[in-house]
């Protein structure tokens, strides 16, 4: 597991920006307990999730929806799960 860069982590965070303050916040956490933790795997998996809807993302974390395709891989079910349980 190859530790990320710091423009690589600069980067991560800045995707996980979102439109809603909710999903800012719970990405945030998220990150700031385990971006050193990330493989490259993980971070391919999170900048895909990065790309759903703001609402859709938010239901998908507090556990209301469930990930729909091209979103639901076994990768991008880990880190949701991991997210969620924070």
Known sequence: MAELTSLQRA???WRA?????ENDLILT???D??????????????NKL???DDN???QVLLGTQELQ?????????RLVALISAL
């Open 29 to 31: 956490r998220f990150l």
């Open 56 to 58: 859709d993302l938010l």
């Open 50 to 52: 990065f790309e759903m």
């Open 17 to 21: 920006r979102r439109g809603m303050l």
């Open 69 to 77: 395709e091209p979103y639901n891989s076994p990768e991008i079910q």
């Open 11 to 13: 980067r991560l965070r």
């Open 33 to 46: 307990r385990y971006e050193h933790e990330l493989t490259d795997v993980d971070v391919v998996a999170l």
